[in-house]
Protein backbone atom coordinates (compact mmCIF):
# COMPACT_ATOMS: atom_id res chain seq x y z
CA UNK A 1 0.00 0.00 0.00
CA UNK A 2 1.44 3.57 -0.74
CA UNK A 3 0.26 4.95 2.37
CA UNK A 4 2.46 6.13 4.96
CA UNK A 5 2.68 4.91 8.31
CA UNK A 6 3.50 1.15 10.05
CA UNK A 7 2.43 -1.63 7.73
CA UNK A 8 1.77 -5.49 8.85
CA UNK A 9 1.06 -7.63 5.55
CA UNK A 10 -0.33 -10.99 5.59
CA UNK A 11 -0.04 -13.31 2.28
CA UNK A 12 -3.04 -15.02 1.27
CA UNK A 13 -1.90 -18.91 1.00
CA UNK A 14 -2.44 -18.89 -2.77
CA UNK A 15 -0.10 -15.55 -3.15
CA UNK A 16 -3.16 -13.44 -5.31
CA UNK A 17 -4.08 -11.25 -1.96
CA UNK A 18 -2.50 -9.18 0.54
CA UNK A 19 -3.90 -8.60 3.75
CA UNK A 20 -2.55 -5.05 5.16
CA UNK A 21 -3.12 -3.94 8.34
CA UNK A 22 -1.68 -0.02 8.97
CA UNK A 23 -1.92 3.16 11.03
CA UNK A 24 -0.06 6.42 11.30
CA UNK A 25 0.44 9.40 13.26
CA UNK A 26 -3.01 10.46 12.08
CA UNK A 27 -4.76 6.80 10.88
CA UNK A 28 -5.84 4.94 14.38
CA UNK A 29 -5.97 1.81 11.91
CA UNK A 30 -7.04 0.54 8.68
CA UNK A 31 -7.35 -2.56 6.80
CA UNK A 32 -7.40 -3.04 3.14
CA UNK A 33 -7.02 -6.15 0.73
CA UNK A 34 -4.63 -5.72 -2.32
CA UNK A 35 -4.63 -7.94 -5.30
CA UNK A 36 -0.66 -8.78 -5.98
CA UNK A 37 -1.71 -9.29 -9.48
CA UNK A 38 -3.34 -5.43 -10.25
CA UNK A 39 -2.42 -3.43 -7.31
CA UNK A 40 -5.87 -2.79 -7.04
CA UNK A 41 -6.69 -2.31 -3.57
CA UNK A 42 -10.38 -3.24 -1.16
CA UNK A 43 -10.45 -1.17 1.95
CA UNK A 44 -12.59 -3.46 4.63
CA UNK A 45 -12.10 -1.37 8.11
CA UNK A 46 -10.81 1.98 8.65
CA UNK A 47 -11.49 2.80 12.51
CA UNK A 48 -12.66 6.01 14.16
CA UNK A 49 -10.21 8.17 15.84
CA UNK A 50 -11.00 6.82 19.46
CA UNK A 51 -9.24 9.84 20.79
CA UNK A 52 -11.10 12.78 19.03
CA UNK A 53 -13.28 14.28 21.99
CA UNK A 54 -9.74 14.57 23.92
CA UNK A 55 -7.15 17.34 24.81
CA UNK A 56 -4.43 16.09 22.56
CA UNK A 57 -1.09 18.06 23.12
CA UNK A 58 0.80 19.11 20.13
CA UNK A 59 3.65 16.70 19.02
CA UNK A 60 7.14 17.69 17.07
CA UNK A 61 9.45 15.26 15.51
CA UNK A 62 12.75 15.99 16.11
CA UNK A 63 16.09 14.93 14.64
CA UNK A 64 19.21 14.81 16.36
CA UNK A 65 22.80 13.91 15.56
CA UNK A 66 25.11 11.74 17.60
CA UNK A 67 28.49 12.23 18.05
CA UNK A 68 29.35 10.82 15.08
CA UNK A 69 27.14 12.33 12.63
CA UNK A 70 24.12 9.45 12.95
CA UNK A 71 20.70 11.31 12.79
CA UNK A 72 18.56 10.34 16.00
CA UNK A 73 14.76 10.56 15.42
CA UNK A 74 13.17 11.90 18.61
CA UNK A 75 9.77 13.19 19.54
CA UNK A 76 9.18 16.13 22.03
CA UNK A 77 5.28 16.32 23.85
CA UNK A 78 4.36 19.66 24.72
CA UNK A 79 2.00 20.52 27.47
CA UNK A 80 -1.57 20.55 26.49
CA UNK A 81 -2.00 24.54 27.67
CA UNK A 82 1.48 25.28 26.21
CA UNK A 83 2.74 28.50 26.64
CA UNK A 84 6.44 29.46 25.24
CA UNK A 85 6.67 32.00 28.03
CA UNK A 86 6.32 29.47 30.99
CA UNK A 87 9.21 26.87 31.97
CA UNK A 88 8.30 23.78 31.92
CA UNK A 89 9.30 19.98 33.79
CA UNK A 90 10.15 17.29 31.60
CA UNK A 91 10.24 13.19 31.82
CA UNK A 92 12.70 12.04 29.47
CA UNK A 93 11.34 8.28 28.15
CA UNK A 94 13.71 6.01 27.26
CA UNK A 95 14.36 2.29 26.41
CA UNK A 96 17.46 2.24 23.74
CA UNK A 97 17.99 -1.44 23.68
CA UNK A 98 18.10 -3.83 20.98
CA UNK A 99 14.97 -5.11 19.17
CA UNK A 100 12.60 -1.81 20.17
CA UNK A 101 11.58 1.33 18.04
CA UNK A 102 9.83 3.59 20.25
CA UNK A 103 9.70 6.55 17.14
CA UNK A 104 7.54 5.50 14.76
CA UNK A 105 4.75 6.55 12.05
CA UNK A 106 1.86 5.10 13.96
CA UNK A 107 -1.05 5.94 15.80
CA UNK A 108 -1.31 7.96 18.16
CA UNK A 109 1.60 10.21 16.92
CA UNK A 110 2.79 10.64 20.41
CA UNK A 111 3.49 6.92 21.19
CA UNK A 112 2.12 6.31 24.07
CA UNK A 113 -1.05 7.61 25.84
CA UNK A 114 0.42 8.11 29.36
CA UNK A 115 2.77 10.65 27.56
CA UNK A 116 -0.36 12.57 26.37
CA UNK A 117 -1.77 12.26 30.15
CA UNK A 118 1.50 14.00 31.68
CA UNK A 119 1.04 16.49 29.01
CA UNK A 120 -2.40 17.09 29.98
CA UNK A 121 -0.95 17.49 33.50
CA UNK A 122 1.50 20.16 32.25
CA UNK A 123 4.51 18.21 31.43
CA UNK A 124 6.39 18.33 28.49
CA UNK A 125 7.83 14.44 27.44
CA UNK A 126 10.90 14.00 25.34
CA UNK A 127 11.64 10.08 23.96
CA UNK A 128 14.43 9.36 21.32
CA UNK A 129 16.09 6.04 19.95
CA UNK A 130 19.26 6.20 20.12
CA UNK A 131 22.17 4.01 18.40
CA UNK A 132 21.21 0.01 19.46
CA UNK A 133 17.46 0.46 19.01
CA UNK A 134 16.42 -1.92 15.64
CA UNK A 135 15.31 -1.19 12.56
CA UNK A 136 18.13 1.55 11.75
CA UNK A 137 20.43 -1.06 10.15
CA UNK A 138 23.24 -3.51 11.56
CA UNK A 139 25.53 -0.82 12.16
CA UNK A 140 23.21 1.31 14.23
CA UNK A 141 22.19 -1.84 16.42
CA UNK A 142 26.07 -2.63 16.95
CA UNK A 143 27.13 0.26 17.94
CA UNK A 144 26.82 -0.80 21.61
CA UNK A 145 28.35 -4.28 21.01
CA UNK A 146 30.44 -5.26 24.12
CA UNK A 147 29.89 -2.23 26.08
CA UNK A 148 25.96 -1.69 27.04
CA UNK A 149 24.81 1.42 27.73
CA UNK A 150 27.66 3.72 27.12
CA UNK A 151 26.97 4.74 23.40
CA UNK A 152 23.06 4.77 24.57
CA UNK A 153 23.71 6.87 27.09
CA UNK A 154 26.21 9.43 24.72
CA UNK A 155 23.24 9.59 22.46
CA UNK A 156 20.27 10.46 25.13
CA UNK A 157 22.54 13.37 26.47
CA UNK A 158 22.39 14.54 23.08
CA UNK A 159 18.42 14.71 23.77
CA UNK A 160 18.94 16.09 27.17
CA UNK A 161 21.55 19.08 25.53
CA UNK A 162 18.27 19.38 22.95
CA UNK A 163 15.81 20.14 25.95
CA UNK A 164 18.54 21.98 27.77
CA UNK A 165 18.55 24.98 24.85
CA UNK A 166 14.90 25.38 25.22
CA UNK A 167 14.07 28.16 26.44
CA UNK A 168 10.66 26.96 27.96
CA UNK A 169 12.31 23.96 29.81
CA UNK A 170 12.90 23.90 33.66
CA UNK A 171 16.25 21.99 33.60
CA UNK A 172 16.07 21.84 37.53
CA UNK A 173 12.93 19.54 36.86
CA UNK A 174 14.40 16.67 34.43
CA UNK A 175 13.00 13.46 35.27
CA UNK A 176 13.55 10.17 33.45
CA UNK A 177 11.83 6.74 33.48
CA UNK A 178 11.87 3.73 31.18
CA UNK A 179 11.16 -0.02 31.85
CA UNK A 180 13.71 -3.62 31.65
CA UNK A 181 16.30 -2.04 29.18
CA UNK A 182 14.85 1.35 30.05
CA UNK A 183 14.78 0.92 33.21
CA UNK A 184 18.89 -0.76 33.16
CA UNK A 185 19.37 3.35 31.18
CA UNK A 186 17.47 5.12 33.90
CA UNK A 187 19.15 3.74 36.44
CA UNK A 188 22.93 4.13 35.02
CA UNK A 189 22.13 7.51 34.19
CA UNK A 190 20.66 8.50 37.77
CA UNK A 191 24.67 6.94 39.18
CA UNK A 192 26.42 7.98 36.52
CA UNK A 193 25.08 11.78 35.46
CA UNK A 194 24.01 12.12 39.12
CA UNK A 195 23.45 15.66 38.98
CA UNK A 196 21.41 15.44 35.39
CA UNK A 197 17.67 14.23 36.61
CA UNK A 198 15.72 15.04 39.36
CA UNK A 199 13.85 11.93 39.71
CA UNK A 200 13.79 8.88 38.16
CA UNK A 201 11.50 5.75 37.97
CA UNK A 202 13.52 2.02 36.89
CA UNK A 203 10.64 -0.72 36.18
CA UNK A 204 12.51 -3.99 36.30
CA UNK A 205 15.69 -3.10 35.61
CA UNK A 206 19.03 -4.89 34.62
CA UNK A 207 21.41 -3.70 37.29
CA UNK A 208 24.34 -6.42 36.37
CA UNK A 209 24.80 -7.86 32.60
CA UNK A 210 26.32 -11.31 34.77
CA UNK A 211 22.98 -11.89 35.78
CA UNK A 212 21.28 -11.29 32.89
CA UNK A 213 19.98 -14.61 30.30
CA UNK A 214 22.96 -15.80 28.48
CA UNK A 215 21.66 -15.89 24.99
CA UNK A 216 20.73 -11.96 25.06
CA UNK A 217 23.29 -10.70 26.90
CA UNK A 218 26.58 -12.54 25.03
CA UNK A 219 24.91 -11.29 21.53
CA UNK A 220 25.28 -7.72 22.50
CA UNK A 221 28.20 -7.97 25.60
CA UNK A 222 30.47 -11.16 24.40
CA UNK A 223 31.00 -13.47 27.52
CA UNK A 224 32.41 -12.07 30.82
CA UNK A 225 35.64 -13.78 30.34
CA UNK A 226 36.07 -12.23 27.05
CA UNK A 227 34.26 -8.94 28.10
CA UNK A 228 35.45 -8.31 31.70
CA UNK A 229 35.68 -4.05 31.19
CA UNK A 230 32.44 -4.27 29.42
CA UNK A 231 31.03 -6.28 32.34
CA UNK A 232 32.43 -3.84 34.89
CA UNK A 233 32.01 -0.69 33.36
CA UNK A 234 27.93 -1.49 32.65
CA UNK A 235 27.24 -3.09 36.55
CA UNK A 236 25.30 -0.52 38.77
CA UNK A 237 26.01 -2.44 42.13
CA UNK A 238 29.41 -0.65 42.36
CA UNK A 239 27.78 2.78 41.64
CA UNK A 240 25.07 2.92 43.95
CA UNK A 241 26.84 5.57 46.19
CA UNK A 242 26.79 8.12 43.24
CA UNK A 243 23.05 9.02 43.62
CA UNK A 244 21.79 12.27 43.93
CA UNK A 245 18.57 12.35 43.00
CA UNK A 246 15.33 10.07 43.68
CA UNK A 247 15.24 7.04 42.54
CA UNK A 248 11.99 4.95 42.50
CA UNK A 249 12.73 1.37 41.32
CA UNK A 250 9.95 -1.28 40.89
CA UNK A 251 9.89 -5.14 40.28
CA UNK A 252 7.32 -7.64 39.52
CA UNK A 253 7.73 -10.30 41.93
CA UNK A 254 7.67 -12.85 39.26
CA UNK A 255 9.93 -11.40 37.01
CA UNK A 256 11.09 -14.10 34.86
CA UNK A 257 13.39 -11.91 32.44
CA UNK A 258 14.97 -9.54 34.53
CA UNK A 259 15.13 -11.85 37.98
CA UNK A 260 14.17 -10.04 41.31
CA UNK A 261 17.84 -10.72 42.12
CA UNK A 262 18.65 -7.73 39.91
CA UNK A 263 16.75 -5.20 42.02
CA UNK A 264 17.07 -6.79 45.48
CA UNK A 265 20.99 -6.75 44.82
CA UNK A 266 20.67 -3.12 44.31
CA UNK A 267 18.28 -2.65 47.24
CA UNK A 268 21.44 -4.19 49.54
CA UNK A 269 24.17 -1.95 48.40
CA UNK A 270 22.13 1.31 48.74
CA UNK A 271 21.64 0.00 52.26
CA UNK A 272 25.40 -1.05 52.43
CA UNK A 273 26.10 2.00 51.43
CA UNK A 274 23.61 4.50 53.40
CA UNK A 275 22.01 5.39 50.36
CA UNK A 276 18.44 6.21 50.56
CA UNK A 277 15.80 5.45 47.65
CA UNK A 278 12.46 4.20 46.64
CA UNK A 279 10.98 1.14 45.67
CA UNK A 280 7.80 -0.84 44.94
CA UNK A 281 6.72 -4.40 43.94
CA UNK A 282 3.91 -5.78 42.27
CA UNK A 283 3.20 -9.23 43.35
CA UNK A 284 2.20 -11.89 41.11
CA UNK A 285 3.52 -9.87 37.84
CA UNK A 286 6.02 -11.19 35.76
CA UNK A 287 8.38 -8.90 34.09
CA UNK A 288 5.78 -6.23 33.01
CA UNK A 289 3.11 -5.43 35.03
CA UNK A 290 -0.13 -5.83 33.24
CA UNK A 291 -4.00 -5.86 33.42
CA UNK A 292 -6.04 -3.80 35.74
CA UNK A 293 -2.64 -3.20 37.85
CA UNK A 294 -0.86 -1.37 35.39
CA UNK A 295 -3.46 1.38 36.02
CA UNK A 296 -1.75 1.32 39.84
CA UNK A 297 1.53 1.51 38.31
CA UNK A 298 1.30 4.34 36.08
CA UNK A 299 -0.21 6.55 38.77
CA UNK A 300 2.36 5.65 41.23
CA UNK A 301 5.00 6.83 38.21
CA UNK A 302 3.07 9.92 37.74
CA UNK A 303 2.49 10.63 41.73
CA UNK A 304 6.62 9.96 42.30
CA UNK A 305 7.13 13.18 38.86
CA UNK A 306 4.37 14.93 40.40
CA UNK A 307 6.34 14.49 44.33
CA UNK A 308 9.46 15.58 43.42
CA UNK A 309 8.94 17.70 40.01
CA UNK A 310 6.23 19.90 40.46
CA UNK A 311 6.78 21.65 43.76
Known amino acids: DSQPGMHSGILSKDGTHLYDVYSNSFTPRAINVISTATDKSKNILTAENPLKNYQRPEIKDITLKADDGTPLYGKIILPTDFDANKKYPVIVYLYN ?11 PASGNLWYEFMAQRGYIVFTMDGRGSSN ?22 KGVEYLKSLPYVNIEKLGIHGWSFGGFMTTSFMLKHPDLFKAGVAGGPVIDWNMYEIMYTERYMDSPQKNPEGYKKANLL ?37 VQMDYFVYPGHEHNVLGKDRVHLMQKVTDYFDEYLKK
Do not use: C, Y
Open 97 to 107: GPHAQLITNSF
Open 238 to 274: DKVQNLKGHLLMIHGAQDNVVVWQHSMKFLKAAVDNG
Open 136 to 157: RGLKFEQAVFRHLGEVEMSDQL
